[in-house]
């Protein structure tokens, strides 16, 4: 009686291990659109921006995994900037948390991939907890150049370009106006 119960035992540690190891985080990072996807074959779903490396600061593009995670590091290259929740990818390069939330969105760091504090913790919780494949696809230049041409379309310095000059009246041309002559 003892044999069966240690085979149903051991047959089911094995089944729980397996089902732990098929737990993955999958996280997209579209440099191009400046946003993460996270998906957790647990059932989690994300969407969250991000800021990528701006010009001269290039994110390395490619498929990696975790080789280490920190609750809060600070980067001895870039004045100790603190670095909350990382997760080193690929050499020095990071995801983690930034207090510069009003960058998220366009490129705007040294090369590391940058989140609000609250999905970096949430998105740390989950890579400890379950391991992932972090894929990085395409271009922070092209967020650039759309925009630069966007704001060049729309923006404010095409309608200052055709604001005129302020001039200043002559004093003859005032005195004129003044005296109703």
């Not at 094995?14 to 440099?31: E, G, P, T």
């Not at 379309?153 to 003859?172: K, M, Q, T």
Request: proline share 7%; glycine share 8%.
């Amino acid at each position: 009686m003892r044999f069966p119960l240690r085979c149903l035992l051991a047959a089911f540690l094995v089944l729980a291990a397996q089902s732990r190891a098929l737990a993955y985080v999958h996280v997209d990072v579209d440099l191009s659109s400046q946003t993460m996807s996270v998906h957790s074959d647990r059932g989690a779903d994300f969407v969250w921006p991000i800021s990528s490396g701006r010009k001269g600061y290039a994110t390395p593009r490619g498929v990696f995994h975790p080789r280490a995670l920190y609750t809060m590091v600070h980067s001895a290259k870039y004045g100790n900037a603190p670095m909350p929740h990382s997760i080193f990818f690929h050499g020095q390069y990071a995801i983690h948390g930034t207090g510069a939330v009003g960058s998220l969105g366009r490129p705007a760091s040294h090369g590391c991939i940058r989140l609000s504090p609250g999905n970096a913790a949430t998105l740390f919780a989950m890579v400890q907890a379950q391991g992932a494949q972090i894929r990085i696809v395409g271009s922070a230049e092209t967020r650039i150049a759309h925009v630069r041409h966007h704001h060049h379309r729309h923006g404010p310095e095409l309608a200052l370009a055709y604001a005129p000059a302020p001039r200043a009246a002559p004093l003859e041309e005032w005195v004129r106006h003044f005296f109703g002559r």
